[in-house]
């Protein structure tokens, strides 16, 4: 496992835990409103690719900080696309370390092996749009059966989770969120973020808008008919 980046202290990315968040490089999304594309764009990559972290550094900065971080986020990018990521979590998970995994949901048979084999204690999917919806928001690559297969994975509550949605006044119409809210009936968590439109990946979002906080809180209530606990993140 080759990473693209570490954040060494986290109080809010892994609920309940002190933890870092370590970062995979590339993705099978183009959300334009993403704000890592270093992460995300191979040509952003490569300019990154001179300070990319190898995994035996990762490992030996996790040893140093058992004691003090309690779980590890492992984000990106999209990490199901790395083939060592399985590997690389176990080997997390034997230094004591609880594993918080954040992903887009487009691979389930990932999430699912995971889950069956204990590997991760939480997991945090984005749910972006209406899933017929996602691919004129987010690409070619997302496929809308495989992204309901992982929402309803993750309803079984095998594992704790949440599911994650950056809200965008010009993507969210009332009939979207709507269909969102069906599409997570009986789910457990939701966090609602609001967009920032500084650094993104297709700069047609600069101009872009997020909600304000009241519109947020009224959108929160929206999905507090199907989802059991809503929550929103401003920044």
């Not at 887009?104 to 017929?132: C, H, Q, W």
Request: include cysteine; charge should be negative; glycine fraction near 8%.
């Amino acid at each position: 496992m080759v990473l693209s980046g570490i954040q060494k202290f986290t109080l809010i990315d892994y609920p309940g835990k002190i933890a870092c968040v370590l970062f995979t490089g590339g993705c099978n999304y183009r959300c334009g409103f993403c704000h890592n594309p270093e992460f995300v764009l191979p040509e952003e990559l490569a300019k990154l690719s001179k300070s990319f972290i190898p995994e035996v550094a990762a490992l030996n900065f996790l040893k140093k900080r058992r004691g003090m971080l309690e779980g590890v986020v492992i984000s990106g990018g999209e990490p199901t696309i790395m083939p060592d990521l399985e590997d690389f979590i176990m080997k997390v998970r034997d230094l004591g370390f609880a594993v918080k995994l954040d992903s887009n949901g487009n691979r389930p048979e990932v999430l699912r092996s995971l889950i069956d084999k204990g590997l991760v204690d939480y997991i945090a999917m984005d749910f972006k749009t209406s899933l017929p919806d996602y691919r004129s928001l987010v690409g070619q690559w997302a496929d809308e059966m495989k992204l309901r297969e992982s929402i309803e994975l993750l309803k079984q509550g095998d594992v704790d989770y949440e599911f994650r949605t950056t809200l965008i006044r010009e993507v969210h119409t009332p009939e979207i969120l709507k269909i969102m809210s069906k599409t997570l009936a009986g789910a457990k968590r939701l966090y609602l973020q609001t967009f920032r439109s500084g650094i993104v990946l297709d700069p047609v979002f600069k101009d872009y808008h997020a909600f304000s906080s009241e519109e947020m809180q009224d959108i929160a209530k929206l999905f507090s008919d199907s989802v059991e606990g809503v929550f929103v993140r401003e920044e």
